[in-house]
């Protein structure tokens, strides 16, 4: 059988998916095809939506602004999704759309394939910069890799005490992040701070040797952030593994056969590091 998958999102055009996904056909000898769907504006979304049904493709990718637009449309939500509240992945099974969101639990996949130490200690100090989409599903990937030991901080902290609520982690300031910083072993950046510009949502300057830096942001890949944590003597981790993970993830939910991302983290650089 020949399988039929999509992105929808707006704007895709540049997207890597079709890239990564057409490589995973390639690596399982699968048949199909992971072409873009973009869907302009919410106004067009139910119809949008509706050629998908009629087309019966086996499963898609939501990306932004649709993770939560597309949620009334499932039949039904794993648990990991309906936590976050977002969903980044659907596939059909029998006559149902379910939803999953595959982003969190596959940063934290790509943190621990890059980091042994990370695997092996589920008791690491972790430090969540943002509590936006990506701080909540990373939150809960970790939660479910069986993380117990994490503290979010952000310029409005309800948002952590939303995210964490139900759960035993800390809540700081971002000036209490930035004094404490050595008291943690692995730190992430969740926000959109340093997209295309040179901004940093904390100062490093107290950073301690040998902690593990990741920033999610990979436009550029090279972010300032992780230029000083380099320069502090951080090991650091960039952004785009996410959208690799989380597309290993999502085919393996689809075709429910393991699929190996080996090479593709520096395909991937120099793709991105091509359109810069
Ligand atoms: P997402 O797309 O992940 O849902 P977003 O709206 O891009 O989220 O924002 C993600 C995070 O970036 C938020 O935690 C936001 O902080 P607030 O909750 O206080 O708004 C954070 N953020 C954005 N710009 C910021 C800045 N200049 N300084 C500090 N934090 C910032």
């Not at 919410?42 to 898609?60: S, T």
């Not at 659907?90 to 939803?99: D, K, Q, R």
């Not at 990373?138 to 117990?148: E, N, P, S, V």
Request: hydrophobic share 35%; proline share 3%; with cysteine.
């Amino acid at each position: 059988m020949r399988l039929t998958f999509k992105l929808i999102g707006y704007p895709i055009k540049h997207s890597l998916s079709p890239w990564i996904h057409q490589t995973f056909f390639e690596r399982t000898g699968l048949e199909g095809s992971y072409t873009l769907h973009e869907i302009p504006g919410e106004a067009v979304f139910e119809e949008e939506i509706k050629k998908l049904r009629d087309a019966e493709v086996n499963g898609f990718n939501i990306t932004a602004p649709y993770k939560q637009t597309i949620i009334p449309y499932l039949d039904r939500m794993d648990v990991t999704a309906e936590r976050v509240g977002a969903v980044n992945t659907v596939s059909l099974e029998g006559n149902e759309w379910v939803g999953y969101n595959t982003d969190g639990i596959g940063y934290v996949q790509a943190l621990r394939d890059k980091f042994s130490d990370m695997d092996r200690n589920k008791d690491v100090s972790i430090l969540l910069l943002g509590a936006g989409g990506a701080a909540r599903g990373i939150f809960h990937g970790l939660i479910q890799a069986g993380y117990t030991n994490l503290t979010l901080a952000n310029r409005t902290t309800s948002k952590c005490e939303d995210i964490i609520l139900g759960y035993q982690s800390s809540v700081i300031t971002l000036a209490e992040a930035e004094e404490n910083l050595a008291a943690y072993d692995v730190i992430i950046q969740t926000s959109s701070v340093g997209m295309n510009e040179a901004k940093q949502i904390i100062d490093l300057k107290n950073l301690r040797k040998d902690t593990i830096v990741s920033d999610i942001v990979y436009q550029p890949l090279d972010t300032q952030f992780l230029k000083q944590a380099n320069e502090k003597g951080g090991r650091t981790h960039y952004g785009h593994t996410m959208l690799l993970y989380q597309a290993q993830k999502a085919f393996e939910i689809w075709t429910n056969q393991p699929v190996d991302v080996y090479g593709m983290d520096e395909e991937m650089i120099a793709k991105i590091k091509g359109d810069q």
